[in-house]
């Protein structure tokens, strides 16, 4: 399980990294961004779905199996 947040829809407000920053951090530029780690363990993918759920514009979204064979 991996993510990817849309920086055109981030407000940079840093929930994300709140939540679970194995996951996400902030870019020097202030947006959130999904490190590029494979989620294995069920605390970190229950904390990184929370992040993503709880983002207010929607701007993290699960990158699906077909997307990283692309």
């Known amino acids: 399980m991996k993510f990817k947040v849309n ?3 981030c407000i940079c407000c840093g929930a ?3 939540i679970c920053e194995d996951v996400f951090e ?19 993918k229950e904390n990184a779905i929370s992040a993503m759920e ?8 699960e990158v699906k ?3 990283k064979e692309a």
């Open 7 to 9: 920086e055109d829809n």
């Open 16 to 18: 994300c990294q709140a």
């Open 26 to 44: 902030i870019s020097d530029e202030g947006y959130a961004v999904a490190k590029d780690v494979e989620i294995k363990d069920e605390e970190t």
């Open 54 to 61: 709880g983002c207010p514009t929607s701007a993290i979204s």
């Open 65 to 67: 199996d077909e997307e």
